[in-house]
């Protein structure tokens, strides 16, 4: 049973979700077997860190 991050990287669609998920280094943990609670912004929300993420 693939877990929450294959989910999302098979979907195709999550990518800005996955490029932060491995930017934080939190790939392992949402490997692991949990439960875990997702908040997703919206990409209005998001511009700033990704703004300041890129700029990194």
Avoid: R, W
């Avoid at 996955?18 to 930017?23: H, I, K, R, T």
């Avoid at 949990?34 to 998001?46: I, K, P």
């Amino acid at each position: 049973m693939p877990d929450v991050l294959d989910t999302a990287i098979n979907a195709g669609c999550f990518t800005t979700l996955v490029d932060l998920v491995n930017a934080a280094s939190m790939a392992q943990a949402l490997k692991t077997e949990g439960t875990f609670v997702l908040l997703l912004f919206s990409l209005q929300q998001m511009k700033p860190f990704l703004s300041y993420h890129q700029e990194q």
